[in-house]
Structures are given as C-alpha cells and as structure tokens.
C-alpha cells in the first residue's frame, strides 16, 4: 500500500502526495528488467535472458528506474485514489518530484498528482419542494389536432398551381455561393413549407413562389467546410404540392386502425392525447426539479476541466475563435456538469443500482436513437469500456424518477399532479456487478434485437451545406475517446480516471535532474 495524503487546492481539484518506498517499487523495478531483456540485444545473451547486472552496464539504472515508474505509476495512483477515498472527476497531471537513487534503487519515489474531484454540497429536503407544469386539457380541440396527423399519413401529395404555402409540399433545386463560386448544390430536395429544417431563410424565400419560379436570399452555413460563412442560396421551385387528407369517417377508421367507427377511434385518440400529456407533465417536471435543485445548491465548477471541454467542442465545430459561441457553450457545460452532479448526489442518497435488465433495455433504446443496431452499439461501448459509464446514466434516471416521488408536483391552476405512472419505488433489486460482467449476454440480448429493429424511412435529400450543429457528448452518448497522456509515466495515472468529461492532459514526469533540482529548494 502506497502513502498518499490529499492537499485541497479548491472545492473541485486536489494534489495527491504519493510515497512509495524501496519495497513497494521493487516488483515494478523487477518487471522493468524483464521487459528491457525483451528489448535489448546483448552479444552472448539470448533475448529476454540478458542478466540485471549486464543491463546495469549497458542501459544504466536511471533507464531502469524511469521504466518502473512508466509502468508502476497507474497503480500506485489507484491504490492513493482508492486510500483517499477522493471522488475523481477529470484525468489527472501527474509530476515525479524526487526519484530513488540510481545506485542502488534506496530512497522513495514521491509523486504528486492534481486532479479534479466531485465537490461537496448537500441537496434540500425533497418534501419541502413544489414543482409547477402546465396545465393539460384533453378537449376536442387536441383530439382533432391528432386525428389531423393520422389523416396527413394516410394523405396524398396533389401538384396545385400556386404559390407555395405554409404546410405545402414544395420540390426544390438548390445552389450555394461564396464571392461568385459555387460551394454546394442539391438537386430535387422535397421539403414541407414552414418546418424550419433547411436552411435559415428558406421559407421566407419560397412562401410566395409558384412552380418555375426561383430566388435567392442570404443565409450563414451551419455545415460542411464553410460552417458559420454567409452564403447567397440561389433557390427554385420545382412543383408545389398540397396534401388532401381523407374523410374521418367510419371508412377511413377502418383504413387507419384496428376500430370500425370513427367515434371508437376519436375515443382511442382521446386516450392517446391524454397518455401524452402524462408524459409532457412527467417530462417538465423531472427537467423542472432539476432546474430547482441546482438553484437551490451551491455547486463549484472545475473550471479547467470546462474549458478543456469546450475546447475540443469549438475544435470539432472549427469555431475557436467565436467568442460569443464559446460563452454559450461554457455556460451549457456547466450546466451540464451541475446536473449531473446532482444526479449523481440523488443516487447515492437513494442508494440507487442497475439491474441487467434496465441496463439491456437502456442499451436497446440508445442504440437505435444512434441509428445503430444493437449488437454494434454494445460492442463499441464494450471496446471503448464505456459500459460503466451507461450504468451510470441508467442510476441517474432512476435517481430522478426516486426523487419526483418525494415532492410535490402541480400545474398552473393549483392541481395536484398525479405522476404515479412515471416515479419509481425505492428497494428495487439491483446488481450492478453482476450487469457489467454479464455484458456479453446483454450483447446476445442486443443480438436478437437487431432482426426486429429496422429504419422505417430513408435519409432525406439535404441543402446545400445543411449539416446538423455537433451534439454535446456525456456519459449517455456514444463512447468517448480515451485520453491520451503525453509521457509513458504518465499515461496509465490519466487512464485510471473515473468515466467524466476529458480534463486536463497528463503533465511529463520530471527529470531526475528537475526533480533533484526541486528537492534542493525545498
């Protein structure tokens, strides 16, 4: 066992001051001739045979010393954080500041580690709190509005002659420019008036146009190379199409459901609408408690950790220079660390754990918001050892859903909300070992998925440049790279890093030369 103390250096980060003696460094001075033999090619010596003293002579003990600590110093790190009982939140920079002799091996090897850590805070009491949704009425009114939406799938697109209109059908050529040169063309996009989804201005440009006719407006790229450039949109209409929506009558309840009756079918939707307005409620108020909670709680912030966050994020976008930008998205990663810092507060409190089967149905879910079959999605999070981290995003949703059972909801007329359909009870079997050592089974489960999960639609035709903004990547996405240390000595210390946001690179050890130089001054 090492010797390691902590020394605070602000409510989110720590330095480690690790000591490990002769003793406890000798297995890895014993595993760093070995691997030397393996390495060196000595006249006389077979390879992996040449003897400690023969390496002494020809490589020196300082090589051997700088090996031991290159491959010792992710356990001596783990042994502190785990004698430490800190709660590690980032990767962390690690310095060797005194080294044992190069003589004979005797004096310490002291290490000092910073890294950022979960800070202290405590949450209010959850009885004490009232959340307030909106009002939800299943009237006549929502029961038409969605009956107008299973009449628009069973619709057909007509060619109309006239202008285009919000909620028409419109076929569109399109080709961007900058300065006169064509960066991007598309040809035949269909696109539905007034859905926002192309490019900004699109609408505006078309609503008044029939077929044959074309414009061009101004718009900034939000995709592609040319990402945050203005751009003229050269755009023409090809046909312009309505959908006429069938009759709601008893035939057309026939067509669109398992009901002979439109009035057994408009009573089903009324029941849907009401089911979804459940959900809306349900929704508002986990988003809503959180929103309370971390206004009610003083959560610090690693701010180095941020902003090596939003960092690769603006990297990724090429926007490092969009000072406006990177406000708001060091103001969402803050954010984004509160919320799961109070996530994660809840599910301790509530002692909370993951069941295979929450974990499988979880991975199911994910796999096809990413578009991937499950077998593939499990197998990347299996690679990138992220399983642990899915573990802990099934807790967090848990936690909440705990938690929404001990306030009190209600909407803005002052009723109560009846939410027993969406909180979850306490003392729920867990086993969360179990989970990650029988991935391989949630893997086959995933498996037997992947033959009923198929796309129902096609990619659509995109706009010229049209690329959706990079999304934010947690604990709940898709396997985050791993960190990557900068010195050998450092590279396993930043790997033994709990599951979090990508922190501050591993700093070189020192030299032995620095490291003597450091210890005089003190």
């Given at each position: 066992m090492v010797n390691a103390t902590v020394e605070k250096l602000s409510p989110t980060r720590v330095k480690l001051h690790i000591t490990v003696s002769p003793d406890e460094l000798k297995p890895a001075i014993a595993h760093?001739?070995?691997?030397i033999a393996e390495d060196i090619q000595?006249?006389?010596?077979?390879?992996?045979?040449?003897?400690?003293?023969?390496?002494?002579?020809?490589?020196?003990?300082?090589?051997?010393i700088e090996?031991?600590?290159?491959?010792?110093?992710?356990?001596?790190?783990?042994?502190?954080?785990?004698?430490t009982e800190i709660r590690v939140v980032g990767r962390p920079?690690?310095?060797?500041?005194?080294?044992?002799?190069?003589?004979?091996?005797?004096?310490?090897?002291?290490?000092?580690?910073?890294?950022?850590?979960?800070?202290?805070?405590?949450?209010?009491?959850?009885?004490?709190?009232?959340?307030?949704?909106?009002?939800?009425?299943?009237?006549?009114?929502?029961?038409?509005?969605?009956?107008?939406?299973?009449?628009?799938?069973?619709?057909?697109?007509?060619?109309?002659?006239?202008?285009?209109?919000?909620?028409?059908?419109?076929?569109?050529?399109l080709v961007a420019t900058i300065d006169g040169n064509e960066i991007d063309r598309a040809e035949g996009v269909s696109y539905e008036v007034g859905s926002g989804e192309l490019l900004e201005g699109t609408d505006e440009a078309i609503e008044s146009l029939t077929a044959g006719e074309d414009t061009t407006f101004r718009s900034k790229l939000v995709g592609g190379d040319h990402a945050g450039s203005e751009a003229e949109v050269a755009v023409t209409v090809v046909a312009v199409k309505e959908r006429e929506l069938p009759e709601a009558d008893d035939d057309f309840a026939q067509i669109a459901s398992e009901f002979d009756t439109i009035a057994e079918l408009r009573a089903s939707l009324a029941e849907r609408v009401g089911e979804q307005s459940g959900f809306a409620q349900a929704s508002a108020a986990r988003d809503k408690l959180v929103e309370k909670?971390?206004?009610?709680?003083?959560?610090?912030?690693?701010?180095?950790?941020?902003?090596?966050?939003?960092?690769?994020?603006?990297?990724?976008?090429?926007?490092l220079e969009d000072d406006e930008h990177r406000a708001e998205v060091t103001e969402a990663s803050k954010k984004q660390f509160r919320t799961q810092m109070v996530l994660d507060k809840i599910?301790?409190?509530?002692?909370?754990?993951?069941?295979?089967?929450?974990?499988?149905?979880?991975?199911?879910?994910?796999?096809?918001?990413?578009?991937?079959?499950p077998q593939e999605f499990v197998n990347a999070l299996q690679q990138g050892n992220q399983l642990p981290a899915m573990i802990g995003e099934v807790a967090r949703n848990k936690?909440?859903?705990?938690?929404?059972?001990?306030?009190?909801?209600?909407?803005?007329?002052?009723?109560?909300?009846?939410?027993?359909?969406?909180?979850?009870?306490?003392?729920?079997?867990?086993?969360?070992?179990?989970?990650?050592?029988?991935?391989?089974?949630?893997?086959?489960?995933?498996?037997?998925?992947?033959?009923?999960?198929?796309?129902?639609?096609?990619?659509?035709?995109?706009?010229?440049?049209?690329k959706a903004p990079a999304k934010k990547a947690d604990a709940a996405e898709a396997p985050a790279k791993k960190p990557a240390a900068k010195k050998p000595a450092a590279k396993k210390a930043a790997d033994a890093a709990e599951p979090a946001a990508d922190a501050e690179p591993a700093k070189k050890p020192a030299t032995r030369k620095a490291a003597k130089k450091a210890t005089d001054e003190k």
């Open positions: 760093a001739y070995e691997h000595i006249p006389g010596f077979r390879k992996g045979k040449v003897p400690a003293p023969i390496i002494d002579q020809r490589v020196g003990r300082g090589a051997v090996h031991a600590v290159s491959e010792g110093l992710d356990g001596f790190y783990r042994a502190a954080v785990n004698e920079a690690a310095e060797v500041v005194e080294w044992p002799s190069d003589k004979d091996f005797s004096g310490d090897l002291v290490v000092d580690v910073e890294v950022d850590v979960r800070p202290e805070f405590e949450l209010p009491a959850y009885e004490d709190l009232t959340i307030e949704v909106d009002a939800v009425e299943t009237d006549e009114a929502a029961v038409d509005a969605e009956l107008d939406r299973l009449r628009g799938r069973f619709g057909t697109l007509v060619t109309v002659d006239r202008p285009a209109a919000k909620g028409d059908f419109v076929e569109l050529n909670l971390i206004e009610l709680t003083e959560i610090p912030v690693p701010e180095q950790l941020v902003e090596d966050e939003v960092h690769q994020h603006l990297e990724g976008e090429g926007r599910a301790e409190q509530f002692k909370v754990q993951v069941s295979q089967d929450e974990l499988t149905q979880y991975l199911i879910q994910s796999a096809a918001q990413y578009g991937m079959a936690a909440l859903a705990l938690a929404l059972g001990k306030v009190t909801v209600v909407d803005t007329d002052g009723k109560p909300v009846d939410l027993s359909g969406f909180i979850a009870l306490e003392d729920e079997p867990s086993a969360e070992e179990e989970v990650v050592e029988e991935a391989q089974e949630i893997a086959d489960a995933a498996a037997d998925a992947d033959a009923v999960i198929e796309a129902e639609e096609k990619p659509a035709k995109k706009a010229p440049a049209k």
